[in-house]
């Protein structure tokens, strides 16, 4: 029961949703329709569960982490309050022994963060249309939230891979072969084909040569090269996808079930 | 440690705790404490407290990154939660509920069909609890075959065949009755870098003879495009680097007006 009835419901779900595509008529054609929006709002449910199980974590390790802070407070004797105010940035990073506790202000931080988001959005806090307005709208406090911590956070995180970038760049660039030598050159084009500089240094070229400009060659190259390799890329993944989905259809990979244990 | 040792660093954590906290209001200060200004200054001191991972590891990356969990845990929630979960669950199965929110959807007929998605989706959050959590195995292959479903027609038409049926370009092209020498060689580059390509992705015949040959053209292709996705990265990410700058400069510090 606990795995058939789960293969059974991805037999079932998958087959009808291969059927719909071939045959888009009733009951097929409605039936792929509707488990397309049942998969959206069970993948919302997901969202949930990630969140549930954010707190749980990191409330946890709060909750052991202040205990040992406090803990740690009371062993000076005297006021102990006192005492934990003043060593908070130290108990709060990294001043704990016990390296189980140690974290847990960042967890705090983590839960503060997760709970100020979540109430300026559900109640959509400071909305100048109230609770009919959409959640996104400007000068609403998830809006700003969003522009002051989740956007500045998400573009530094990946403006920060511009400099492990340069230092990878560093290692990739030395041309040791053929292959490393075609993958140096092919960045070099487009990357200066793609600046003012690059239209720069050919501009002394004739128009009869123009095909030889470098913007001209990284536009080429980006056209036919580069899109050759791509589609080779994607048909190799497309099989790999089309297979693997009907292993999972029919039964065969069981993975995503789990052990048997709990 | 020895006691002193503790109390010192103690003393120094508390200083260097302080000074933040002062650059933090400064900071706030310039901007006239305006609401504007907190989250401007907040979104600096995160930019910069993200940067300080180029010196290392250290308590202000660490900050940084742990509230950018929970705050995209919550953001993404939150779209789920009002773009998904009211109009198409709660909206679907009581419509009168969603009346204070989405009023041009409150009156349209109940469907008690999305009873279904919502108790998979229950079934799911059982994984929190402890004991049971083969339950939520029920909504996660719905999930699963919904998946393979759609992906299996999903690339089977637009990823396999249709890239398919766009490799399959004339060979020749003569256009105004003379050979188009440009789009004839563009044509057999883009023709013979995929064939090639997918030839070094076949490992059931060794790289040998004719076929090692086409198996090594096929590389060089697939190099000219991890170089020109790497060029792009590249780009990609000194461009948000400038932005974060730009922030940093002008909507914070007002240097570059």
Known sequence: ????????????????????????????????????????????????????????????RLVRGVGMAVTEAKKGGGAWPLRFVIEFPFLAFGGLKDRRGRDWFFSLITLLGFFAMLAAGLLKLGNPSGWQGNVTAPEGMFQDFYD?????????????????VASASYRAFRAKSAEATILLVTAFIILLGRTPAGAYVTAWM??????????????????????AGQRAIIIGIALGVIAMSLRVIIGIERTYLGSDEK | M?????????IWYLLGFLAVVLAFVLSMALKGFTQQGFYVTLGAFLTLSILSFLYKDNIFYKMAEHLFVGVSAAYWMVMGFWSVMVP????????????PFMPAIA??????????????????????????????RWALAFIVGTTAGLNFIRYMASDLLGQIN????????????????????????????????????????????????????????????????????????????????????????????
């Open chain 2, 166 to 257: 766009s490799s399959m370009v004339p060979l020749v092209v003569i256009q105004n009755g003379s050979l188009d020498i440009m789009t004839t060689i563009s044509n057999l580059v883009l023709f013979l870098g995929v064939f090639c390509g997918l030839i070094y992705f076949f490992f059931s015949k060794e790289h040998k003879g004719v076929f090692g040959v086409g198996s090594k053209i096929g590389i060089w292709i697939l190099m000219v495009t991890f170089g020109a996705g790497f060029g792009y990265t590249v780009m990609a990410r000194i461009s948000l680097l400038v932005g974060r700058f730009r922030f940093l400069f002008d909507d914070w510090l007002g240097l570059l007006k």
């Open chain 2, 107 to 136: 009156s349209q007929p109940a469907s008690y069909w999305y009873l279904i998605p919502a108790v998979l989706g229950i079934m799911l959050l059982w994984r929190l609890m402890p004991k049971g959590a083969w339950i939520a």
């Open chain 1, 148 to 164: 002051s911590m989740f956007n500045p956070l998400q573009a530094t995180m990946y403006a920060l891979l511009a400099f492990f």
């Open chain 2, 88 to 99: 198409n669950l709660i909206g679907k199965i009581h419509p009168p509920a969603v009346k």
């Open chain 2, 2 to 10: 020895t006691e002193q040792t503790v109390e010192r660093r103690a």
């Open chain 1, 1 to 60: 029961m606990r795995r058939q009835i789960p293969l059974l419901i991805t037999l079932i779900v998958g087959a009808v949703l291969i059927i719909a595509a071939f045959i888009p008529r009733a009951p097929f054609g409605r039936l792929g329709e509707n488990f397309s929006l049942y998969f959206d709002i069970i993948a919302v449910f997901a969202f949930l569960l990630g969140g549930g199980n954010l707190v749980r974590i990191h409330g946890a």
């Open chain 1, 206 to 227: 004739p128009e009869s040569l123009s095909f030889l400009t470098v913007p001209n060659l990284a536009n080429w190259v980006m056209a036919i090269p580069n899109l």
